[in-house]
T-cell receptor, first 113, second 111 residues
């Protein structure tokens, strides 16, 4: 019955690798987001998709590419991983017109060694 | 650009003590304000929100927050904390289709 789910929960990988994090929501929401939480717990939005269309793209390196195959999924692909990419990545979703009310996933802790 | 400041980085207190966490935002227009909580190892959960109306809003688990427009503040309070309130607390502002979060305050409640 998980509303917003992410896989994997933990991801340990080496520098230079390419990895993906998946997010799925079963709330029937139209908008999905990716946030990055750094080691100091600072949480910042990266991307937002509405009905599979990119609407927010903060200053994120182009090594990060979100993909939304449908409204219920928003995956995050990261190329050429760097040490600084180590963080917790949170997916969130909201209903169209209610972007202020976001539901968060459990997070994916990415460690780049 | 919107910015959110949380004054306290880490607060340590004993059970039954009162808690107040400060939050200020920089935007001068209409804002929607939120407090989120992140318990250890868990995802963010909404504690309470303010859109309009009564500036004193009540949330879950006995938390409340007061919106003071003249001070651009939205401070979180709880009269008597419990050990289970140990968590990270984030203030957030919604504007321009996105949530902007403060840096968070770690609250440690000692039994």
């Amino acid at each position: 019955d998980t509303a917003v789910s992410q896989t994997p929960k933990y991801l340990v990988t080496q520098m230079g690798n390419d990895k993906s994090i998946k997010c799925e929501q079963n709330l029937g929401h139209d908008t999905m987001y990716w946030y990055k939480q750094d080691s100091k717990k600072f949480l910042k939005i990266m991307f937002s998709y509405n009905n599979k269309e990119l609407i927010i793209n903060e200053t994120v390196p182009n090594r990060f590419s979100p993909k939304s195959p449908d409204k219920a999924h928003l995956n995050l692909h990261i190329n050429s991983l760097e040490l600084g990419d180590s963080a917790v990545y949170f997916c969130a979703s909201s209903k169209q017109g209610r972007s202020y009310e976001q539901y968060f996933g459990p997070g994916t802790r990415l460690t780049v060694t | 650009a919107q910015s959110v400041s949380q004054h306290n980085h880490h607060v340590i207190l004993s059970e039954a003590a009162s808690l107040e966490l400060g939050c200020n935002y920089s935007y001068g227009g209409t804002v929607n304000l939120f407090w989120y909580v992140q318990y250890p190892g868990q995802h963010l959960q909404l504690l309470l929100k303010y859109f309009s109306g009564d500036p004193l809003v009540k949330g879950i688990k006995g938390f409340e927050a007061e919106f003071i427009k003249s001070k651009f503040s939205f401070n979180l309070r709880k009269p008597s904390v419990q050990w289970s309130d140990t968590a990270e607390y984030f203030c957030a502002v919604f504007n321009d289709y996105k949530l902007s979060f403060g840096a968070g305050t770690t609250v440690t409640v000692r039994a």
